[in-house]
Nanobody, 126 residues
Framework: QLQLVESGGGLVQPGGSLRLSCKGSGDRFNDYSIGWFRQAPGKEREGVSC????????DYADSVKGRFTISRDRSKNTVFLQLNSLEPEDTAVYYC???????????????????WGKGTRVTDSS
């Protein structure tokens, strides 16, 4: 059974940085693409970034391009999301998900998702 555990969230001031981790265990974690999503208070869950299992390509939501970086350490079964230049609008619970590909379906956040993690909270401390 594939399980994902996020960590690294916390309080951060605007302009600050955090590194989130998504550690997988069980069913062939490295065979999946890994997506990061977030859900802000009162809003729908949205995709943030994805690391493709096929070719290691990455993609980002427009709102985080140039500020967030996704990376993967296969030896540690872990995918990271580096958050820089944080803004109050980045406050959310961040989730990782094991996906069959990084293809998205705009009206269905669960499209292609095999397993969700339980999330880690990032909060603006200002």
């Amino acid at each position: 059974q594939l399980q994902l555990v996020e960590s690294g969230g916390g309080l951060v001031q605007p302009g600050g940085s955090l590194r989130l981790s998504c550690k997988g265990s069980g069913d062939r974690f490295n065979d999946y693409s890994i997506g990061w999503f977030r859900q802000a208070p009162g809003k729908e869950r949205e995709g943030v970034s994805c690391f493709s299992r096929r070719d290691g390509s990455t993609d980002y939501a427009d709102s985080v391009k140039g500020r967030f970086t996704i990376s993967r350490d296969r030896s540690k079964n872990t995918v990271f999301l580096q958050l820089n230049s944080l803004e109050p609008e980045d406050t959310a619970v961040y989730y990782c998900a094991a996906k069959y590909s990084c293809v998205t379906e705009p009206t269905n956040v669960d499209f292609g998702v095999r397993t969700w993690g339980k999330g880690t909270r990032v909060t603006d401390s200002s």
